[in-house]
């Protein structure tokens, strides 16, 4: 029972998850505010983010396991011991990736909101229409 209810979640997360980086994504294209760009692209590396942890999170749906700490105990693993392991084991990769992209969009975000501001300040406006009247 247990089971199909975990599966049936993981599917709703990931649906939720790709619906929410097109909505993003159409917030990035779509819309001629600056601000809502900068929001919507905020929200696309989140989504993104979390999709990489879904991808590496072992578990789903695997009722007899559950996921462990990719941390070996065992001072003298076996060859058994170590191939059971990696069946359980979560992957760290995508942990440590997603952990350098949150760094990286911060730096991207404030670098944005930067250019945003120097924008509003030379022609006091944020939407790419009116700039793009306005510079001619």
Same mark, same amino acid.
């Given at each position: 029972?247990?089971?199909?209810?975990?599966?049936?979640?993981?599917?709703?997360?990931?649906?939720?998850?790709?619906?929410?980086?097109?909505?993003?994504?159409?917030?990035?294209? *779509? *819309?001629?505010?600056?601000?809502?760009?900068?929001?919507?692209?905020?929200?696309?590396?989140?989504? !993104?983010?979390?999709?990489?942890?879904?991808?590496?999170?072992?578990?789903?749906?695997?009722?007899?396991?559950?996921?462990?700490?990719?941390?070996?105990?065992?001072?003298?693993?076996?060859?058994?011991?170590?191939?059971?392991?990696?069946?359980?084991?979560?992957?760290?990769?995508?942990?440590?990736?997603?952990?350098?992209?949150?760094?990286?969009?911060?730096?991207?975000?404030?670098?944005?909101?930067?250019? !945003?501001?120097?924008?509003?300040?030379?022609?006091?406006?944020?939407?790419?229409?009116?700039?793009? *009247?306005?510079?001619?």
């Amino acid at each position: 029972m247990s089971t199909e209810l975990d599966v049936f979640l993981f599917g709703i997360m990931t649906y939720a998850i790709i619906m929410n980086l097109g909505v993003s994504l159409y917030g990035v294209f *779509r *819309r001629p505010s600056i601000t809502k760009k900068i929001i919507a692209l905020t929200i696309f590396s989140d989504s !993104a983010n979390v999709l990489a942890i879904i991808v590496g999170y072992r578990g789903w749906p695997n009722p007899w396991h559950s996921p462990i700490p990719p941390i070996l105990l065992n001072r003298h693993p076996t060859p058994q011991y170590i191939s059971e392991f990696a069946k359980v084991a979560v992957d760290p990769l995508p942990q440590a990736l997603v952990l350098t992209a949150v760094v990286i969009g911060l730096a991207v975000t404030v670098f944005l909101v930067f250019l !945003a501001l120097q924008l509003y300040r030379l022609y006091g406006t944020v939407d790419v229409r009116k700039v793009r *009247r306005l510079r001619g």
